[in-house]
């Protein structure tokens, strides 16, 4: 029996439905694997098929193509270690998320999922079939357990694998992001390793799909839940883990420990990763947005430089009458400090010829809201339109507490394809735009330095559709408008909460009111990065019609 195990675990990066490419990428990592004497090779979990797939897999000709990779797979690293990978997998007429150890050549066993999450973004539930409590698996004599991501966050699966021999355990991941997430997968795999005494190793996938990014950050831990290893976090990695037997079993032989940034940066990466991943896999190389010289679209303008590169964004400033000198020389500012194209096109011609055309109908009746969202929709279809010519994603600028309490037009200035900072509260904007001038990483495209003017982030908000207009016009003041907006969107708090945290009630009612009613808006609103467990889209959904109102 060998007294050195090798496992190389493949950090790596699949697109939901390329089986052919996600195919590849296990190979590539089982070559690396078997040119470094890896006794094993190991990727995350559902790794083939890609994850969230959502209703996908259920799909009859997805489930049959996904078996014949499977199968083609084994065939072509027959000649080396076995390599342990995420799929689907069907018996008879129940479907699981299954773990399959492909040897010689063959689909030698297969891990099913036991515990599926049904909970913010996860319907497995609906999806899969709960697989049995079942023992590990044998790789060249040694006895692995893998419980599949949420397997690993009770204690039945663990300690069920450790009573019918497993000596190590090998936890497959689709995990993705949240804020402060680390801290609790740290905790339960911890609770794991000291509830069964068992090294363990926590292999996460990477990258964007759709609203979520899977961190990585993969870890191992020895008993007593010292950490033996930490791979980066957002980064793809093929690293070889090592374990040692001794006396008292096997313990992972202490290795890289990547440093792990704090919550504002990994909030920025985020931010910069999904919308990096959201245009390759959606097969888009250039993005546009409308330059303001506000703070949202100043943000969001970094982040596409950031994750794009400045010759593949272009903003555009599209003023009005109401758009101030200010307004100009900032969103001017911006773009020369990124280093991104600049166009200037004035809506004033368009918004004439609009009126006019609506004349007949509006004469006699005074000027509302009705014409300040003529001027979004305006913009809208001009940046649409300027979206389709030169075939770049138009983005989306709206922060969390706009799109919570729907200040945003619909058809004007929420549309586009995507929108980074939809998980962003107004407040984490001002304090996200100070971070970026601060800070640079190797993985930002864009400058280093000051990239967006102290003025931008120290001005009021407003969204200059009339005269002197400011936010704090029709909204309370976003501290304590985002206040309110955590209690009762990201905490499922009641008005009674906000109370009991110093808000007005009658202030509370109102906040909570736009909320309900703007579900409509949201509905159709873009796709955008996660950051909470109280994001609009999976974690949070509402109907539509809805006429209840919280009466405490």
Known sequence: MAERF?????????TVGDLA??????HRAWEEGRDAGADLVALPEMF????????????????????????????????????????????????YNAYVILRNGKIASQVLKHHLPNEAVFDEVRIFDAGPLGGPYSVGGTRIGSPICEDAWYEDVAETLAETGAEFLLVPNGSPYHRDKSDIRLNHMVARVVETGLPLIYLNMVGGQDD???????????????????????AETVAHVDLERGDAGWRIVEGVKAHQPDAWEQDYQVMVLALRDYMRK???????????????????????????????????????????????EDAEAVAKALG?????????????????????????????LTEENIQSRLRGLLLMAMSNKFGEMLLTTGNKSEVAVGYATIYGDMAGGYNPIKDLYKTRVFETCRWRNANHRDWMMGPEGEVIPPRVIDKPPSAELRADQKDSDSLPDYPELDLILEILVDRDGSIADCVDAGIDRAVAQKVEKLIYISEYKRFQAAPGARLTRGAFWLDRRYPIVNRWRDPS
């Not at 979520?212 to 957002?234: H, I, M």
């Not at 303008?301 to 950031?306: P, Y």
């Not at 991104?340 to 000027?367: K, Q, S």
Request: with cysteine; aromatic share 6%.
């Open 212 to 234: 979520q990014v899977f961190d990585g950050a993969s870890f191992a831990l020895n008993p007593g839940g010292r950490l033996a290893v930490q791979l980066p976090p957002f």
């Open 6 to 14: 090798r496992i190389t675990l493949g950090q790596l990066n699949p």
């Open 282 to 328: 959606t097969g888009f190389a250039k993005v546009l947005l409308g330059l303001s010289g506000g703070v949202d679209s100043a943000i969001v303008a970094a982040i596409a430089v950031d994750a794009l590169g400045a010759e593949n964004v272009r903003c555009v400033m599209l003023p009005s009458e109401y758009t101030s000198s200010g307004s100009l």
């Open 340 to 368: 991104c194209r600049y166009d200037y096109v004035p809506i004033d011609a368009g918004r004439a010829a609009i009126t006019e055309t609506l004349a007949p109908l509006f004469a006699g009746l005074d000027e509302d």
């Open 48 to 95: 083939l098929t890609g994850y969230n797939a959502q209703d996908l897999v259920m799909k009859p000709a997805f489930q049959v193509a996904a078996i014949a990779h499977l199968e083609a797979l084994a065939e072509v690293c027959a000649d080396g270690p076995p390599l342990a990978i995420g799929s689907l997998w069907i018996e008879g007429t129940d479907l």
């Open 21 to 26: 490419g996600n195919a590849a990428l296990a």
